[in-house]
């Protein structure tokens, strides 16, 4: 029988609706292979369990891996404040674990570790990755070592032929199964004796691109004095789970800080650091406007589309940058002290000009169709599982810039 593993190794649970429902669909769809979900840590564990109903369908075991050595856990007490130590000792210290699967499926590309420095060459792998935005991270040249990715859409699988000198026959456009399993939409926060619009404000962690740790407190600070708008805060989950925040795609360096205990209590502003509704699309389903920076959930948000405002904080020069593509979702300011007109341009000039924009550079990024993206996938890993070439592909491009 084959044995397909999945596997969810990270500090938190965000990227997980992006290949669990794939792992439940291939269950449905092929009783003849063993699914494995593998998990690194208790938070994981529980999340599997929640997204499944409260227990395993038939045809799915859960295995937990844990750091074997005294020196792992060591390591990870010292350097787990700011770096993921954790994340990565993992690989070395499940060796047998891995080497008994026949395909692993994994939503991020540190798990290569185990063909770059492991030597698990015949361990066969398959990308789903968490998220669908523009950042140059996601189409680095190492997408190349999988042996299998199954892509969002058309905008993906042209970058990462393009770019990251993916072999087309490996690529398979499958669709986006976090939307199978995505809260409906509906406004997520009651507030206070109010129907103002919500904005939801939802800086990436990623500190040379953030507009957190520049501009972050002013922008709380300008929803705290305001009247005319509520705010949601819920920033990408890892930006206050460590002290530091670190990124290798180019190295840099943020301190995340504390929050002020007077942004928690105003009535119009409602703080979300670490809830699974970070994570299952809530706020970006029920929110009015969209304020950001380089997050992917913006295309989330663009399911409907609706007005979008991006605070460039690091003097970047969008014009014809695809990683900065969904910039032309909406208007682009500097910082804080413009919020007032960018907002005010973002609502009166959705309709025109940017709604027409969002719906082209959503259909580029996403290729949905009838059937569930999940079951899609999960077609795709079966015929993968037998060695056979996945059926479908995408419908006709959609080109959005």
Not at 129 to 134: L, V
Not at 139 to 164: C, N, Q, V, Y
Not at 210 to 222: D, E, F, H, M, P
Not at 262 to 288: E, F
Request: net charge neutral.
């Amino acid at each position: 029988m084959t044995r397909i593993g999945f596997l969810f190794n990270h500090d938190q649970i965000h990227q997980m609706a992006h290949s669990l429902p794939v792992a439940m669909a291939l269950a449905r769809v092929d009783s003849s292979v063993e699914i494995i979900i593998a998990t690194t840590n208790d938070l994981l564990a529980r999340e599997v369990l929640r997204l499944m109903g409260g227990a395993a369908p038939a045809g799915v075991r859960l295995v937990a891996l844990r750091l074997r050595t005294i020196s792992a856990r060591s390591a990870e007490m010292v350097l787990g404040g700011m770096l993921p130590a954790a994340k990565i000792l993992v690989y070395r210290d499940n060796l047998e674990f891995f080497r008994s699967l026949d395909l692993l499926v994994v939503t991020e590309r540190t798990s290569l570790l185990l063909k770059t420095r492991y030597g698990l060459s015949s361990l066969r792998m398959i990308l789903i990755d968490h998220g669908a935005g523009d950042r140059a991270i996601g189409f680095g040249k190492s997408a190349a070592l999988f042996d299998h990715i199954l892509a969002a859409g058309p905008k993906i699988r042209d970058r990462l032929t393009r770019e990251a000198g993916v072999r087309p026959d490996r690529l398979t456009i499958t669709g986006y199964p976090k939307f199978d399993i995505a809260a409906e939409k509906g406004r997520p926060i009651k507030f206070r004796d109010s129907d103002r619009p919500i904005v939801l404000y939802n800086p990436h962690v990623s500190p040379h691109l953030s507009s957190w740790y520049k501009q972050g407190r002013a922008v709380l600070n300008y929803f705290l004095a305001s009247e005319r708008y509520n705010l949601i805060f819920a920033p990408h989950i890892m930006m206050f789970e460590r002290r530091m925040a670190v990124t290798i795609d180019k190295l840099s360096f943020g301190i995340p800080g504390k929050l002020h205990s007077r942004y928690a209590a105003a009535p119009n502003i409602h703080i979300d650091l670490g809830s699974t509704a970070l994570t299952d699309m809530t706020y970006t389903n029920g929110a009015d406007i969209y304020l950001g920076d380089v997050s992917s959930q913006v295309y989330e948000f663009l399911r409907t589309p609706r007005p979008c405002l991006f605070l460039n904080c690091h003097d970047i020069n969008p014009d014809q940058d695809l990683n900065f593509a969904h910039w032309l979702a909406g208007p682009v300011i500097s910082g804080a002290h413009h919020l007032d007109r960018g907002l005010a341009e973002a609502v009166d000039d959705h309709p025109t000009d940017y709604h027409p924009v969002q719906q082209q550079l959503f259909d580029h990024t996403f290729d949905l169709t009838a059937e569930p993206s999940s079951m899609r996938a999960a077609r795709a890993i079966a015929f993968i599982a037998r060695g056979e070439k996945p059926e479908g592909g995408s419908s006709p491009d959609r080109l959005a810039y």
